[in-house]
């Protein structure tokens, strides 16, 4: 199953759907979860895209983490991928996303997402989907590692979970809100490697990102976003490993 979660995004859905239903491998289903302040997503979804099943989240912008679940909720798929709406995929994304779930200890497979900026396939190699000693992220998923490895985490835009993995630990937590970074799909990630999980970077599940203008991952900084990502981040630390974690305390 693969699910995009989007929100006054229009155009955005189209291209990323053309690109979906264009794969080489189609998936059992491709699940749209609408939050948009008007119909026009859903119009073009239900006009243009017959075979997508379409639902909605009345909760509004912001609140990504409750679409995923919405999404989760009806999805079919002994594996449940997630992409951002401002993402396409390349053709063979699918097959390459899955090839590591031959190892039944996977629980978890995420790839590349390109921004295009110059450089990005070489940048931080060693250092992709860290949790880092004093409790922040590195990221680094537009680097090409050659082969997949093991991580710490996934990113939002291009991730996948066996489905009874991520029931077995309640689901995706859908109270993280507000703008980027939410942090639930660190919060996931990180629950699913304490139960023993195994999670998988794997390079060749290329997507392609339309990247911010400021290129800070956010459409938009401002006192509140920046309040809303270092609420959500201490929240997800405490949740996963509670207050009395030495990495926790030293981080807040």
Excluded at 53 to 71: D, H, P, V
Excluded at 84 to 89: M, R
Aim: net charge negative; with cysteine.
């Amino acid at each position: 199953s693969v699910i995009v979660v989007t929100c006054d995004r229009p155009e955005n859905i189209r291209r990323c759907l053309t690109h979906l239903i264009a794969l080489q491998t189609l998936p059992l289903e491709i699940i749209v979860v609408d939050s948009s302040r008007d119909d026009e997503t859903a119009c073009i979804v239900r006009d243009e895209f017959a075979s997508v099943q379409l639902l909605r989240n009345e909760l509004g912008k912001g609140t990504t983490a409750g679409s995923r679940q919405i999404g989760l909720a009806i999805a079919r798929g002994d594996v449940v991928a997630f992409v951002d709406d401002t993402v396409s995929v390349d053709p063979n994304w699918l097959n390459e996303l899955v090839k590591p779930y031959t190892d039944p200890r996977v629980a978890a497979v995420g790839g590349r997402t390109l921004d295009g900026i110059d450089g990005e396939e070489g940048a931080g190699i060693g250092d992709i989907g860290r949790l880092l000693p004093y409790g922040g992220l590195s990221y680094n998923f537009a680097a090409d590692s050659g082969r997949p490895i093991e991580v710490d985490h996934l990113l939002g835009a291009n991730m996948s979970f066996q489905r009874r993995a991520i029931e077995a630990v309640g689901g995706i937590r859908h109270d993280y809100v507000g703008t980027q970074p939410l942090r639930e799909e660190v919060d996931i990630s990180l629950r699913l490697a304490r139960r023993g999980g195994v999670l998988m970077f794997a390079p060749k599940a290329l997507v392609h990102r339309i990247a911010p203008p400021n290129g800070t991952g956010s459409e938009k900084v401002d006192h509140h976003s920046l309040y809303s990502a270092r609420r959500n981040h201490v929240m997800m630390l405490v949740r996963v490993f509670g207050w009395r974690d030495p990495m926790v305390r030293y981080y807040a």
